[in-house]
């Protein structure tokens, strides 16, 4: 038997609870062992709860019972979840979290500790709730050498976006209703300004690379600054628009960014709706591969912990290596990243095209009969920072969006 203590029964803690016990016998039967919750650390007492005879309220009774093996982390943000992680791997057990902000701030550390120790630190539930991408980017894709992650990252973005789109709201209307509907937190923050998906294509990136990527170090945008204007324009030109987080080679360099894009129907996470996430990733021997399904959510994530769970009671004191160095990639200037713009601008098509076109050359332009004295246009591909250096040189610009394929 291998004991376990869950640090949190919040909605991910409370969500691994009810998988191992729904699931019991064929997890244990995967693991090899059985698997038993001996602790569950949280501030709150259950007492109508049967877990309530698990809750203990200090986490030392977790850190010096030598019967644990393996500790649970989903209590999410830096502190305290960064000193009990680390404590526990100095003592010798293994770490199972679902927390982004504590890997993508910590991970290449903490790996290295579990690797000193030969012991594990997995998170796989730290990227895409349960859809399985963290163990093929370290086993299955190893093969490969990563040309390109870009991936819909974030279910209450995706989720406003899409709706934005199919009923022709505006962001703020929207946003209410994912609050509404509990897709997104009071203080929506950390999703719709780009910061929560930044954190995990951080972590993608740092694993696809092999070497840590700070996620300080993004370019990030939200998606405040869209409007259902811009969703009626972009479905002229054949496109939708779901906020993406990339990391790419382009000669040599990495760029990674968080920023809403235009993508068409040829893109595979065009069709990427509602909360669902998508990543597609590119090998350079492999090809296209894409990963698909509930980006977040109780029992999605707590599945995907309950996966690490079982790879580390298989592993019990034998580290399984994570190509995650602590020596930092230095990223590309987007300024040289190149693509093409969306620009919505005031004014006539007609009145101003001949301006436009001796500002950024040669176009695709729209204009639509329920936007008044609006048009859109797509220039051709050109760097961030030509963009930006012709955009100042023109007036009546209402918003940019860069166009991906």
Same mark, same amino acid.
């Given at each position: ?77 830096i502190e305290p979840a960064y000193t009990y992680v680390k404590s526990a791997l100095e003592k010798g057990k293994s ?94 923050? %950390? @999703?719709? /300004? =780009? ?10 990136? !740092? *694993? ?123 990223? %590309? @200037?987007? /300024? =040289? ?10 004014? !006539? *098509? ?56």
């Amino acid at each position: 038997m291998v004991n376990i203590a869950v640090l949190g029964y919040g909605t991910v803690g409370s969500g691994v609870v009810e998988v191992i016990n729904t699931n019991y016998e064929s997890i244990s039967k995967k693991a090899g062992q059985e698997i038993n919750i001996k602790y569950v650390l949280d501030l709150r007492d259950f007492p109508e709860n049967p877990i309530q005879e698990k809750i203990v309220h200090d986490y030392n009774i977790i850190l010096n019972d030598e019967e644990v093996d393996i500790v649970v982390e989903v209590m999410g943000g830096i502190e305290p979840a960064y000193t009990y992680v680390k404590s526990a791997l100095e003592k010798g057990k293994s770490v199972a979290t679902s927390n982004k902000e504590l890997v993508a701030k910590h991970g290449s550390e903490l790996i290295a500790l579990a690797k000193e120790k030969d012991i594990n630190f997995l998170f796989e539930a730290s990227v895409g709730g349960g859809i399985p991408i963290i163990r093929p980017l370290n086993q299955s894709l190893t093969a490969d050498e990563i040309c390109e992650i870009t991936g819909i990252l974030n279910g209450t973005t995706n989720f406003i976006l899409t709706k934005m789109r199919q009923d022709g709201s505006d962001f703020e209307d929207v946003l209410k209703e994912a609050q509404a509907l509990g897709y997104a937190e009071r203080n929506p923050a %950390a @999703d719709v /300004e =780009g910061y929560d998906a930044c954190r995990k294509i951080a972590i993608l990136s !740092s *694993l696809a690379y092999g070497r840590q990527v700070d996620y300080e170090d993004i370019y990030t945008e939200g998606i405040t600054k869209i409007t259902a204007k811009d969703m009626v324009f972009a479905e002229a030109f054949g496109y939708a628009i779901k906020l993406l987080g990339s990391s790419r080679r382009e000669n040599g360099s990495i760029y990674c960014m968080v920023a809403p894009a235009m993508i068409s129907e040829a893109n595979p996470l065009y069709s990427v709706n509602g909360v669902f996430n998508g990543i597609f990733v590119k090998g350079n021997v492999l090809g296209d591969v894409m990963f698909y399904g509930s980006g977040a959510g109780k029992l999605p994530t707590a599945s995907a912990v309950v996966s690490d769970i079982v790879d580390e009671v298989k592993h019990l004191h034998t580290n399984i290596m994570t190509r995650w160095s602590s020596k930092k990639m230095t990223l %590309a @200037d987007i /300024e =040289g990243s190149k693509k093409r713009f969306y620009v919505r601008m005031e004014g !006539s *098509l007609s009145g101003r095209k001949k301006e436009v076109e001796s500002v950024f050359g040669a176009i695709a332009a729209t204009e639509i009969e329920s936007i008044p004295n609006e048009f859109a246009f797509i220039t051709e591909v050109m760097s961030e920072k030509e963009y930006k250096e012709k955009a100042k040189t023109i007036s009546g610009i209402l918003n940019r969006i860069r166009v991906d394929r």
